[in-house]
């Protein structure tokens, strides 16, 4: 996954739709964060900068090695480990654990909640993000499931999480806009799959070619819509109470 579509940055400006929703995220958590932080996935750390400063210490995990410098954040440790579990990791260590976009992309998601609730203080909170399957155009192969809000919820709380708040994000004009014109985009390019192979291949097969056209779309829609795809920003998005319209599903769940 280090090369695809799933990891996006701010260098090439056809990423930016996701790149803001995803940062967005980031700036949400950096309002409530506090104290012990371990954040898992850390990616190409476009979150580092707004959260490390309002931790006391920040521990950030995953499953590839990182270039970034981690000497401008002298709080921030970085721990290469493929998860779950969380090794050499003790209980109730932190306040707040994070995990962005992620869940989706791991197997064994049962176990992984548990370990978020293990190593997390009594009163810590868990803050994690999720595409809504509502919302998806087509099967994403990148991803091992995708949840509905209910389902969600319920493997939270079934793993001992006292208190789950379940917020969605939400784009205004201009992001439904880039919406749709990327739906009439994908809807052209899914309409040659006349047997419906996304759903019925092997998820792996699919990676490849998913990533191919998933490039080739976010392309050719900045292309030919330069300034609106230049022009979202994170101001563009916001919270509010969970509904099918979510774009992401984001989930503050309590020990």
């Known amino acids: 996954m280090n090369d695809t579509a799933e990891r996006v940055s701010s260098h090439d400006y056809s990423d930016n739709y996701v790149y803001q929703r995803c940062l967005y995220a980031y700036q949400e958590a950096a309002k409530r964060i506090h104290g012990k932080v371990l954040e898992i996935g850390t990616g190409s750390g476009i979150g580092l900068s707004y959260m490390a400063p309002q931790c006391d ?29 969380f090794v050499n990791i003790p ?11 992620l869940i989706e992309h791991i197997e064994p998601d049962d176990a992984f909640v548990k370990e978020i609730y293990r190593v997390l203080k009594r009163d810590g909170k868990a ?50 806009d880039y919406i749709e014109k ?10 040659f799959d006349i047997f419906n192979l996304q759903y019925r291949l092997p998820r792996k097969w699919l990676q490849i ?7 080739m779309n976010r392309k050719n829609i900045a292309k030919s819509n330069v300034a609106l795809t230049k022009d979202i920003s ?7 109470q969970e509904n099918p319209e979510s774009l992401d599903l984001f989930i503050i769940a309590t020990k």
């Open 234 to 240: 994170t101001n563009d998005f916001y919270l509010s």
């Open 57 to 85: 210490s920040f521990t950030t995990i995953d499953k590839f090695s990182s270039n970034i410098d981690f000497t401008k954040y002298p709080n921030t440790t970085f721990i290469q480990m493929e998860i779950p579990p």
């Open 182 to 191: 990327n739906k009439a985009s994908v809807k052209r390019i899914t309409r």
């Open 209 to 215: 070619p998913y990533d191919f056209f998933n490039r």
């Open 127 to 176: 803050l994690l993000t999720t595409p809504n399957r509502l919302q998806s155009l087509t099967r994403n192969p990148w991803h091992i499931r995708e949840y509905l809000a209910s389902e969600l919820a319920e493997l939270f709380r079934k793993n001992q999480f006292s208190k789950i708040e379940m917020l969605g994000t939400f784009g205004n004009k201009k992001v439904n």
């Open 91 to 101: 209980d109730q260590s932190f306040d707040f654990v994070i995990a962005f976009q």
